[in-house]
């Protein structure tokens, strides 16, 4: 796998504020038409998983976050990619460095 520094970055690094690390794993799951799988909330549209619990593996986190967001029980298929998002939770009051795992599915 990539090392973090060498992945590809979405989103404007904060200068002034320090970034917390969120490690997260998400998947790519297509149907027969190619249609790919997305979870809709509130806050937007995003692909299934979510964030990596201390001492679970990113196939793991997948896993679980898949049923917790959508109910889709898949596994972690062929590793895929890694990407950095910068973002800001207005509820938590962080600047965030999604470090971001992405796997068939």
Not at 10 to 31: I, K, Q, T
Request: hydrophobic share 40%.
């Amino acid at each position: 796998m990539k090392d973090w520094r060498d992945v590809a970055e979405f989103g404007a690094r904060p200068e002034a504020a320090p970034c917390a690390a969120r490690p997260s794993a998400y998947g790519l799951f297509l149907n027969d038409r190619g249609e790919l799988a997305v979870v809709r909330t509130a806050e937007g549209t995003c692909l299934p998983g979510g964030g990596i619990e201390r001492g679970e593996t990113p196939a793991a986190a997948l896993a679980r976050e898949a049923i917790e967001k959508c109910g889709l029980a898949f596994l972690a298929g062929a590793f895929l990619t890694r990407a950095v998002q910068f973002v800001y939770s207005e509820s938590e009051g962080t600047h965030f460095e999604k470090r971001s795992t992405f796997f068939e599915a």
